[in-house]
DNA sequence: TATTAACACGAAACCGTTTTCGCTGCCCTT
DNA sequence: AAGGGCAGCGAAAACGGTTTCGTGTTAATA
């Protein structure tokens, strides 16, 4: 019903001059008390807002960010989403967010619409579609413009801007061998495409503390799965066909769907075969037995991002690109020993 | 590093005014056909875009929507989201996400926030302090400012806009009934506080259930818990005290607690005891047994309010507020019987 | 040859704010 | 009485676009 209500208005109905209420309403001294008091009566009373669209066009700052992330309904995703949306509120920035669906494509057309202009910076994380691509063109583009940009989780070496990520490849050495002093020693790892960092840093973790256990390093213990399947076969042939006794799964899903198949196999979870997934999600909290799993902090990974980012906007850094590590925690539950 | 390229610099360079180069991106038949091929390219050179800004301010139009939700780290929001930023997209429309955390100060602010010429329109569902305390001035006030609204879920009568609901009471009812019809007689309700609509409603399908079926109402069979707490105890005793052989649940993280303390108590789910969930996440796809549920589809909901959302900003609707039911679909999996 | 229509472009207003600068009066000083 | 200083306010530019309404040039027509 009712238009907004502008300092044109004000002026008008007031007989003074649009500058002059705009002064009045920041208290600027150059106004005298009657003036003020009686413009700020009137501006109250009619429930005036500065109008933000004029005020990013007129200050090149619209206090929004823009986080594009592959996928919203997905645990780890959205508690650093929260974590972002935290500390952005608390230092006066929105959030827009934009979803890429796993999709190249859609990631860039979402980038392009960001960048019109709508955001300060960006905070993203890679679709896999592009890690696959190995293509970063848009994202260079969008350094090009000045816009600050920061890349968390699932980041590109490929590509110069501030990043956090995880100490993916540390913390998988550390769950591997956790597993090693327990007393397993044919040790299995569940992962996907290598293309995904994450998942490649986290092989390498799992290499590393076979390597440095004095463990035979066995190709047929690595099982690959599709990002997303509900195809089970190579999962159950994968248990069937070697002798394992303990499972990285770089994420939670498939911990819990291979917990699955062992147990229906007949195994034991944590005495026959142990498991430590990674994503502390709510799964791992109430699965059967409760899984043992790769706490990834996600909220403090948003908020660092979120810092980073607002900093850079408010601070004209120059370069200078940090690369912050976020550190895992092992947190153990009943699908490991002790 | 460089700055955005603007109209007034393509006209400066090519020695021609402003209005032209706008028209010649427009392609208007106004201008030349080389005056306007020479512009064209030049843009492209220079990968010249609009400012969304400056078009805002002027078309009075952002093409974004506001979306506030309780909690973002839940399954059905995000499933919500998903539905509302994939029908947003289709239709031009960016998404700005606030998180009120149930708190009603926050969800306050969220809406000033936004409603400062951000957005075109606003979706949201309401926090449990907002219903807690019955308190709506402030979705009002975005009313009266003749801001579009739609409601979805948590949703409120006194407030007159367009809605999205569940059929809460009916598919309660059907869960109940389902219940009873395999046999189950002494059947249970597990809630929150009431003055969550959602859950009276399904309280109200859970009674009339049990009415229609010639089953006696016991008070002492409806437990309430709090929203979010890791407390057992009053679950354990519940179950303890009571002869019960089919639970309904308000959402799926009460059916995942109650189903695992009933089993550690003996008894088998779903011979002994039934149990039904609403939310149709993750949790239950992979709990054990496998848990039965309503599911919402979030999607479709989140998809019905950003069209009702979006018709309304498009055309000037005047008053004549929809409330679209969505219709819940009972998922019989491992917890209830057949 | 004078009038006119079509063509191709520019000037200016506008969206809502902020901010710089300049212009009145008035009072005080000498 | 003249000049200086200051308090209080307004005009205008700027942010980056769109759009309406001229306006000057050329070609066609009477």
Not at 108 to 135: C, F, H, K, P, Y
Not at 258 to 269: E, I, P
Not at 311 to 328: C, H, P
């Amino acid at each position: 019903m009712k238009r907004r209500v502008t300092l044109k208005h004000i002026a008008k109905e007031l007989d003074v001059s649009v500058s002059t209420v705009s002064k009045a309403l920041k208290n600027s001294e150059e106004i005298s008390r009657e003036t003020k008091e009686k413009i700020q009566a009137f501006a109250k009373l009619y429930n005036y807002r500065p109008n933000n669209i004029a005020l990013s066009l007129k200050n090149k700052k619209t206090k929004n960010i823009g986080v594009i992330i592959p996928d919203i309904v997905h645990h780890f995703f959205t508690t650093v989403f929260r974590g972002i949306e935290h500390y952005a509120g608390e230092r006066g920035y929105n959030v827009m967010i934009c979803v890429s669906d796993e999709s190249f494509e859609k990631e860039v057309l979402n980038m392009e619409l960001l960048a019109n202009g709508s955001i300060d910076g960006i905070i993203m994380s890679l679709s896999a579609e592009t890690q696959e691509r190995n293509d970063f063109n848009h994202l260079q583009e969008i350094m090009d413009q000045g816009i600050p940009m920061v890349l968390f989780d699932r980041v590109s070496d490929e590509v110069a801007c501030d990043k956090v990520i995880l100490n993916d490849i540390e913390i998988a050495f550390e769950a591997v061998e956790t597993m090693i002093n327990s007393g397993k020693r044919k040790i299995a790892l569940v992962t996907t495409e290598s293309y995904f960092n994450v998942s490649s840093d986290r092989a390498q973790g799992y290499e590393k503390a076979l390597i440095s256990n004095d463990l035979q390093l066995e190709k047929n213990l690595v099982l690959t799965l599709p990002y997303e399947s509900e195809d089970e076969i190579p999962i159950w042939e994968f248990f069937e066909s070697n002798e394992i006794d303990a499972v990285l799964c770089v994420n939670e899903i498939f911990a819990i769907k291979c917990m699955d198949v062992v147990q229906r196999q007949g195994k034991k979870v944590p005495e026959d075969i142990s498991f430590i997934g990674f994503t502390n999600g709510i799964l791992s909290r109430y699965s059967t037995p409760k899984l043992s799993t790769v706490a990834q902090h996600g909220e403090r990974m948003g908020e660092t991002a979120a810092k980073l980012l607002i900093d850079r906007i408010e601070n004209d850094l120059e370069g200078n690109y940090k690369t912050e590590v976020i550190s895992a925690t092992l947190i153990h539950r009943d699908s490991t020993i002790n």
